[in-house]
């Protein structure tokens, strides 16, 4: 059974900073693309950031661009999230995602990503 479990969520004040971890299980996502969404609320889930399997490509939503970096380590089946200069509009649940895609480009479509986890809390006062 496939699982996605993140982390690392949590409160933090604006220009704060926080790591999300995303641990898998069941399989191995090192030859896959993995993503993470957020979802604030009462708003559609939207893409955050994307990553190929080898890290070479990465792809941020122009929001979080220059803020928030994407990593992975393959030995460990675990995406990173690095989150800087937090802002309040950045509170929402946060995602990750993995796809079956393995081609060398990230790409942002929700559709593209197979399984998810169950998201962890970031909230970000002012």
């Known amino acids: 059974q496939v699982q996605l479990v993140e982390s690392g969520g949590g409160l933090v004040q604006a220009g704060g900073s926080l790591r999300l971890s995303c641990a898998a299980s069941g399989r191995t996502f090192s030859r896959n693309l993995m993503g993470w969404f957020r979802q604030a609320p009462g708003k559609e889930r939207e893409f955050v950031a994307a990553i190929t399997w080898s890290g070479t490509s990465t792809t941020y939503a122009h929001s979080v661009n220059g803020r928030f970096t994407i990593s992975r380590d393959n030995t460990k089946n675990t995406v990173y999230l690095h989150m800087n200069s937090l802002k309040p509009e950045d509170t929402a649940d946060y995602y990750c995602?993995?796809?079956?895609?393995?081609?060398?480009?990230?790409?942002?479509?929700?559709?593209?990503?197979?399984?998810w986890g169950q998201g962890t809390q970031v909230t970000v006062s002012s």
């Open positions: 995602a993995a796809s079956l895609r393995t081609q060398p480009m990230a790409v942002q479509q929700i559709y593209e990503y197979t399984y």
